[in-house]
């Protein structure tokens, strides 16, 4: 399995961007898919999840209301729309694909192929 993240860079606090992220070598739909967020000398953090289907949503408290994950099965990619965009929300931003839980899971250690990360720069 591949992942390949995109669609990081530099905005203003309030403002929006779009992370997208494609998904290759297996069965995408057999697959729920996070994100994640670390940022220097701190672990990496949830930040949202997807079921299989995309009919489960599941965020971390620090970005509900903000953030949307969705996913495109006949894509092959999953997207987080980050809106409102805060300072403390700088970071690298990671998708991840998990097998085992067909809900969704906010666990790090569920989660069995990470992409590269890109980076979100939120300036003040």
């Known amino acids: 399995v591949q992942l390949q993240a995109s669609g990081g860079g530099l905005v203003q606090a309030g403002g929006s961007l779009r992370l997208s992220c494609e998904f290759s070598?297996?069965?995408?739909?057999?697959?729920?898919m996070g994100w994640f967020r670390q940022t220097s000398g701190k672990e990496r953090e949830f930040v949202a999840t997807?079921?299989?289907?995309?009919?489960?949503?599941y965020y971390a408290d620090s970005v509900k209301g903000r953030f949307t994950v969705s996913r495109d099965n006949a894509k092959n990619t999953v997207y987080l729309q980050m809106n409102s965009l805060k300072p403390e929300d700088t970071a690298v931003y990671y998708c991840?694909?998990?097998?085992?839980?067909?809900?969704?899971?906010?666990?790090?250690?569920?989660?069995?192929?990470w992409g590269q990360g890109t980076q979100v720069t939120v300036s003040s």
């Open positions: 997807i079921s299989w289907t995309g009919g489960r949503t």
């Open positions: 070598g297996r069965t995408f739909r057999s697959y729920t």
């Open positions: 991840a694909a998990n097998s085992r839980n067909m809900f969704g899971s906010p666990r790090r250690d569920e989660y069995d192929y």
